[in-house]
């Protein structure tokens, strides 16, 4: 905007070569925050703080497996490791392959 000046600076004949369209940069910001909204919110009030851990790990993962193959409950299983039976339940469903759309 300003011909690679750093700063606007002292230069008096600065505004003579340089066109300095502040509307137009404002325009196209918030359409940009328009556009990056739902992004923006869904970092909450604070989006660089540290987040909860969402995942429980391939040892529990691998455990989960052999319990239920067992035949041991699935809300025993989540007693036993510490995770919700949510959790217990998403791990049994079969996964479905991406490239065909079939478990």
């Given at each position: 905007?300003?011909?690679?000046?750093?700063?606007?600076?002292?230069?008096?004949?600065?505004?003579?070569?340089?066109?300095?369209?502040?509307?137009?940069?404002?325009?196209?910001?918030?359409?940009?925050?328009?556009?990056?909204?739902?992004?923006?919110?869904?970092?909450?009030?604070?989006?660089?703080?540290?987040?909860?851990?969402?995942?429980i790990g391939?040892?529990?993962?691998?455990?989960?497996?052999?319990?239920?193959?067992?035949?041991?409950?699935?809300?025993?299983?989540?007693?036993?490791?510490?995770?919700?039976?949510?959790?217990?339940?998403?791990?049994?469903?079969?996964?479905?392959?991406?490239?065909?759309?079939?478990?």
């Amino acid at each position: 905007m300003i011909l690679a000046h750093k700063t606007i600076s002292e230069d008096e004949l600065l505004h003579h070569y340089a066109l300095l369209p502040w509307e137009r940069l404002y325009v196209a910001q918030r359409a940009f925050e328009e556009q990056l909204a739902t992004v923006l919110e869904a970092g909450g009030p604070d989006p660089w703080a540290a987040q909860p851990k969402s995942y429980i790990g391939l040892a529990k993962t691998k455990k989960v497996a052999e319990l239920r193959s067992a035949g041991v409950s699935a809300s025993v299983i989540a007693d036993q490791l510490s995770i919700s039976v949510a959790s217990v339940y998403r791990l049994l469903q079969p996964k479905e392959d991406p490239s065909t759309g079939r478990e």
